[in-house]
Structure formats: structure tokens, C-alpha cells
């Protein structure tokens, strides 16, 4: 028996993934962010920063990709760029102290998600599912890396 097209992994990953991202996107603007904001943060370490270059690929984006959202966290002073002493291509992205406290915002929020579900799905079912997704991603990066070879 074939399944129905909203029944596949790809496209049920894809529909929850939306929904939870349109519920990170409602509380972040009460706190006037967005999700993007939030994960950009999250991916800074709050002591020694993070090049650009590092934080693309976290984000699923291109290092030449993240000025505009680097530029509304400048300017929202959120964080401060530093060339690189040695490499003047290299910049250092660190979080002001405004950055880091919506950084523990953000995780906070994500934190409670997280702990919501384990209490109302259990945690054997979550290490479950989080083994199936990891199993998931290695498949396609799997696949990915042969049709860039083919």
C-alpha cells in the first residue's frame, strides 16, 4: 500500500519544522527577534566569539549570506565585528553583553520546548526519534556527497 505524499519523512520533517519554526518566530518578536536572530546567537560562544565562516554552514547559509543579519545585530548592538589582526578577511563576530543576555533567552526558550516534549512524549521515544534523525541525516549527507561525485 503506497502512502499519501504528506505521509513521507521528507515532507512530515519539512511540516513540523515550519510549524515549530512559525512558534520560535511568535515568541521571539515578543522579545522584538526572530528566529534567525535566535539561532545566530545561539551558535556564538559567549567568551571567544565565532568567524562568520563558522557560523554559515551551522545555519545552513553561505559565509557571504549572513551580513545582513550581522549588520540588524550590529546595529541592534547585539554583537560587534573584529578583523583579525593576521588575516584582515577573517572577522571575529563577538556577542556584547545585550547579545548575551537574548542568547540565554534564546536558549531558554528552546530549553523549555525541549523539556515540554520529553514530558509529554517520553524520553525513550525522544532518544528514538533523535537516533532515527541522525540516521536520516547520514543517509542524505550520504546521498548528497554521491550526486556531487556523479
Known sequence: MSKKHTET???KLKSAWQIISRMYNAEA????????IGHFLLNIDSKEGAYASEIAPKLGMES??????TRTLENGKL???KVD???????????TQKGKENKE???????????EIENKIGKN????FLKTINDIIIIAEQK???LKLG
Open 79 to 81: 554583537i560587534i565585528r
Open 105 to 115: 533567552l534564546a536558549k531558554k526558550i528552546v530549553r523549555n520546548f525541549n523539556t
Open 64 to 69: 557571504t549570506s549572513l551580513s545582513r543579519i
Open 9 to 11: 519523512v521528507d515532507s
Open 85 to 95: 589582526i593576521h588575516d584582515k578577511r577573517k572577522v571575529k563576530i563577538l556577542l
Open 125 to 128: 521515544k525522544i532518544d528514538d
Open 144 to 146: 548528497n556527497k554521491n
Open 29 to 36: 518578536a515578543q522579545h522584538g527577534a526572530s528566529i534567525a
